[in-house]
């Protein structure tokens, strides 16, 4: 061992061990540890079916099957959409997680890559653009049917597009609600941000499926994909609104009188000053409610929408591989493990940012 | 010296706007309520709330008050608020269980510890609820045993429909202790509040006098008034167990996927409390020369409760809302009943009014009492 170790570990030891106190919490710590680790091992190491061993291995095995990931990934990724097309999917998976990250990038970044304008237009063009890959019909794409856009893709779009459609909306909601030129308005706005904040989302997903077809003009449908959609920005505006109330409100009330002092409008001083402050200010709780509003999306199965854990639950319920959920699921965990621990490094930075 | 310019009149103009605007967002409503009337007699279906007192016809998993399927729709509906309430009262005592327990450890004194509560807390804040629900609920469903061969724990079984458990066997006598220990509790509510108007502060002596009384007078009663005092114990009956209390194992796992899940960010708010009270603080009243344990108490505690209590006011509403979830793994709950419903009865719209209505309510119901709790707390501070 080397030098430097040592002289960690030591004293990790020593302070483990200074108290009673500590040394029976260090023992359980220990203990705990170590069941959790020798499950894990048995689990993923001793009892594991390997890539090349043959599918019907796993049938008596209690331990991790890599022959069902091997058949099943791409099933879970893209569920029932046609398989001669994955690539469409698959294109629209990596777009929107490249201008996620460069959004992220962009928010963290010192030189940012685009500037604010680029950025929004460019989300609307990739909007657009996974619609279109999704559902075909235009530019001698093959149409598909919303329901059989499944798994990953479906994630991303009801959780990335949602997100950027809710924030604009949020932000408006906030500004109706601190403003005092319209206080009907800001009634309004007040009484929607608090009722949709004190109902779950199952509620509001459910008023997206089955009343929101319902108050469309007779002959007009909706696909449960898009009442999903805009039941999910409804939603996650009400969130964005608070947080960015929050900065509004921490704002000093100088600000705004100077700018109104130098002439500005409403809109002009808004938009210029007060906006880009109180953004800056409300950014590392909006990044907590666009992790929550993330990992919510995972809900929309309940109301038949085939996302990523839906379609993990599809995958083992073929009778081949009922005894494997638990790869399906890990899966899926891995997943959302590693796209919501980026989006926290990133509300991590921010807030270093906020506070330095 | 310039005298300073009277305030600029206020605009009617803008008046004017605001209540166009408010009148527009107004009828954009009603025209959604009207649409919603229009396509629902065209699919020839009555609007209104009659169903509520229809025959509802469908069972729910469980129930805390008397139900059958012959009941009406609303009994349902009451049953399944029940049932939410019941779930989220659980959830919230097991959560908060959980997030102090591991919040403590993750600023306590054991290094190994901290790693492994901030290990749980990081892991649990990254994966989505319903994720958790579903691999515990499969883990349970394939990995403990049927009932017939249910795993033993003492007097506790554990198999993949429910957990069965003894349970108190009461009467009516059992009524009198009961109400000797309500009357005590009471007594000494109103007593200590009397006197802390006065200013009088129990010492720990009579604390803990009071506590033996309170406790003992009931457990005195016992005897003198010949209670039936027995336990009824599960016991394997041909295909299931007969006696004891039971809970369905969906219910179980749900307890225990919100209990982790909020546990974790209750071990955050914790950890932000403990961690917001500055070091001086505690040698300031080592200084003085109070015991560790005093310093805990008359010190630390009283601060980081009342630096808790918003956000944990937070938690505890998403709580409630989260027990929604419930409906992933057929639990009835206020949810999973109201799903049921609007496929019976094609009411969606009136349904979803009642069970926004009362989530909002409940919400609304535990943010007021805390916040009440808070107040009352900051005014005793800045007495």
């Known amino acids: 061992m080397t030098g430097g170790a040592m002289n960690r570990l030591v004293p990790f030891f020593r302070e483990a061990f200074a108290t009673p106190l500590a040394g029976v919490l260090s023992l359980l710590a220990c203990a705990l540890t170590g069941v959790l680790a020798m499950g894990a091992f048995k689990w993923l190491v001793l009892t594991a079916v390997w890539p090349w061993q043959a599918a019907g291995a796993c049938k008596d095995l209690a331990g991790f099957c890599w ?26 998976c990596l777009i929107l997680c490249v201008f996620a990250v460069v959004t992220c990038r962009h928010l963290v970044a010192a030189a940012p890559l685009l500037s604010a304008r680029q950025l929004a237009a460019s989300w609307i063009a990739v909007i657009v653009a996974s619609f279109v890959l999704m559902g075909g019909g235009i530019f001698g794409l093959e149409p598909v049917d919303p329901v059989r856009w499944n798994g990953l893709p479906i994630l ?30 800001a009634r309004f706005a007040a009484a929607y941000v608090e009722i949709a904040r004190g109902v779950p989302m199952l509620t509001v997903l459910f008023v997206g499926i089955f ?49 109104k002092s130098l002439g500005m409008t409403y809109w002009q001083s808004t938009r210029l000053v007060v906006l880009p402050q109180a953004l800056r200010r409300s950014l590392p709780s909006l990044v907590n409610s666009i992790i929550g509003a993330y990992k919510d999306t995972s809900l929309v199965v309940v109301v038949g929408i085939h996302d990523l854990t839906a379609t993990a639950r599809m995958s083992f319920g073929d009778p081949a591989w009922r005894d494997n959920a638990v790869e399906a699921y890990a899966l899926v965990a891995i997943w959302f493990f590693v796209s919501c621990a980026f989006l926290s490094g990133i509300g991590r930075t921010l807030h270093r940012n906020t506070v330095s | 010296m310039i005298p300073p310019s009277a305030p600029p009149p206020q605009t009617t103009k803008l008046r004017a706007l605001d209540l166009a605007v408010a009148a527009g967002l107004t009828a954009l409503l009603l025209l959604a309520v009207v649409n919603i009337f229009l396509n629902m007699s065209a699919a020839g279906i ?21 139900y059958q399927p012959d009941d009406t729709y609303g009994r349902v509906i009451l049953t399944g608020l029940v049932n939410t309430i019941f779930l989220a009262g659980v959830c919230l005592v097991l959560s908060t269980a959980i997030g102090v327990a591991v919040g403590l450890t993750s600023v306590g004194p054991s290094p190994l510890g901290r790693v492994l509560a901030l290990g749980y807390v990081e892991l649990f804040r990254n994966l989505p609820k319903l994720l958790v629900l579903l691999v515990l ?46 009357a005590g509790l009471l007594f000494c509510v109103l007593r200590s509040r009397s006197r802390w108007r006065k200013g009088i502060v129990a010492d720990w002596k009579e604390r803990c006098l009071q506590f033996a009384v309170v406790l003992g007078l009931p457990v005195l009663c016992i005897p003198v008034f010949a209670v039936h005092v027995g336990v009824s114990v599960p016991e394997l009956k041909g295909f299931d167990f007969k006696g004891g209390g039971r809970i369905s194992l969906q219910f179980a796992i749900i307890a225990l996927t919100l209990g982790l899940y909020h546990g974790a960010q209750i071990a955050e708010v914790v950890r932000g409390g403990l961690q917001a009270i500055p070091a001086g603080q505690t040698e300031a009243a080592r200084a003085l020369g109070l015991k560790r344990w005093q310093v805990i108490r008359l010190v630390i505690l009283p601060q980081v409760v009342r630096i808790v209590i918003p956000p944990m006011n937070n938690q505890y509403v998403n709580l409630i809302k989260n027990t929604s979830i419930a409906i992933a793994v057929g639990y009835s709950d206020l949810m999973s009943v109201t799903g049921t419903i609007i496929n019976q009865t094609f009411k969606p719209f009136e349904m979803m009014l009642i069970t926004m209505g009362l989530y909002l309510g409940l919400c609304t119901f535990l943010t007021t009492v805390l916040n009440r709790f808070h107040r009352r707390l900051t005014e005793r501070e800045t007495r």
Do not use: W
């Not at chain 2, 007192?53 to 805390?64: H, M, N, P, R, T």
């Open chain 1, 156 to 185: 991303l779009i009801l959780s990335i597009v949602a997100v950027a459609l809710a924030f604009p909306l949020g932000v408006f909601l906030s500004l109706a609600r601190v403003q005092s030129s319209y206080p009907l308005l």
């Open chain 2, 137 to 182: 609920y499969v883990v349970a469903v394939n990995g403990l045993p049927h009932v017939r061969q249910a795993v033993s724990l003492g007097p506790v079984f554990l198999s993949n429909r429910s957990v069965n458990f003894p349970v108190p066997e009461l009467d009516a006598t059992a009524l009198i202790p009961m109400a000797v220990l309500c």
């Open chain 1, 211 to 259: 009343v929101l077809p319902l108050m469309l003009p007779e002959g007009v449908g909706i696909s449960p994909v898009l009442a999903t959609l805009v039941a999910l920005v409804f939603f996650h505006a009400a969130y964005f609104a608070e947080d960015v109330r929050g900065g509004l409100l921490g704002l000093p009330k100088g600000q705004d009188e100077a700018a």
């Open chain 1, 67 to 92: 022959p069902f990931l091997i058949e099943k990934t791409r099933f879970i990724l893209f569920g029932t959409y046609p398989y001669a097309l994955h690539y469409r999917p698959a294109l629209v």
């Open chain 2, 46 to 66: 009555a609007p209104g709330y009659g169903f509520l007192v229809q025959e509802a016809g469908f069972d729910v998993s469980e129930s805390l008050i008397p």
